[in-house]
T-cell receptor, first 114, second 117 residues
Framework: QQQVKQSPQSLIVQKGGIPIINCAYE??????FPWYQQFPGKGPALLIA?????SEKKEGRFTISFNKSAKQFSLHIMDSQPGDSATYFC?????????????FGKGTHLIIQP | DSGVTQTPKHLITATGQRVTLRCSPR?????VYWYQQSLDQGLQFLIQ???????AKGNILERFSAQQFPDLHSELNLSSLELGDSALYFC????????????????FGPGTRLTVL
């Protein structure tokens, strides 16, 4: 059973556009939702995270929108650049990510064209 | 650089063998997590240790085991290796901080690429 569903699988956006990646979860016990960015040959790097008591969080060009009733959250990248080309993973965990591991989506391969 | 170190970077071995992957967490982090990343399964949580004690288990096979030592470094032992165990293995460490609102932000190491022939 896939507990975190991520879409799209791949995405191509022109430079300056706003790619949007969506995730949906099933387990209402999840209370911590981070996004990770991974470049080829590297480990996932934490981008931004949100808690369910907040509907939106911005950090630099990255924004998470969270809809608790729909059990969905999304990542928006403003003014996207070719350097943002990477694979993005949404994740979720219980207990604030403490006594539990992260459950990851399948990933979105993002390409930003110059 | 996340501050989490993993060795070795690459490991090539044969079916039936046993290997040990090593992880050193960021300074001050008490929790260590192990993850497996493969093309078909994606990123999967295997196991977590906190200050030397097992805290949570994910999809870890019985052939796999881990431990965390008093200096907080951790080792993941994989035995009776099969072709399907070929994957990237990541270690992450975390600590809850005021900046993170008390939530455990996990920082990943560069990974160990295991190839089983």
């Amino acid at each position: 059973q896939q507990q975190v569903k991520q879409s799209p699988q791949s995405l191509i956006v022109q430079k300056g556009g706003i790619p949007i990646i969506n995730c949906a979860y099933e387990n209402t016990a999840f209370d911590y939702f981070p996004w990770y960015q991974q470049f080829p040959g590297k480990g996932p790097a934490l981008l931004i995270a949100i808690r369910p008591d907040v509907s939106e969080k911005k950090e630099g060009r990255f924004t998470i929108s969270f809809n608790k009733s729909a059990k969905q959250f999304s990542l928006h990248i403003m003014d996207s650049q070719p350097g943002d080309s990477a694979t993005y993973f949404c994740a979720a965990s219980k207990s604030g990510g403490g006594a539990d591991g992260l459950t990851f989506g399948k990933g979105t391969h993002l390409i930003i064209q110059p | 650089d996340s501050g989490v170190t993993q060795t070795p970077k690459h490991l090539i071995t044969a079916t039936g063998q046993r290997v040990t992957l090593r992880c050193s967490p960021r300074s001050g982090d008490l929790s260590v997590y192990w993850y497996q990343q493969s093309l078909d399964q994606g990123l999967q949580f295997l196991i977590q240790y906190y200050n030397g004690e097992e805290r949570a288990k994910g999809n870890i096979l019985e052939r796999f085991s881990a431990q965390q030592f008093p200096d907080l470094h951790s080792e993941l032992n994989l035995s009776s290796l099969e072709l399907g165990d070929s994957a990237l293995y990541f270690c992450a460490s975390s600590v809850a901080t005021r900046a993170s609102g008390g939530y455990n932000e996990q920082f990943f190491g560069p990974g160990t690429r295991l190839t089983v022939l």
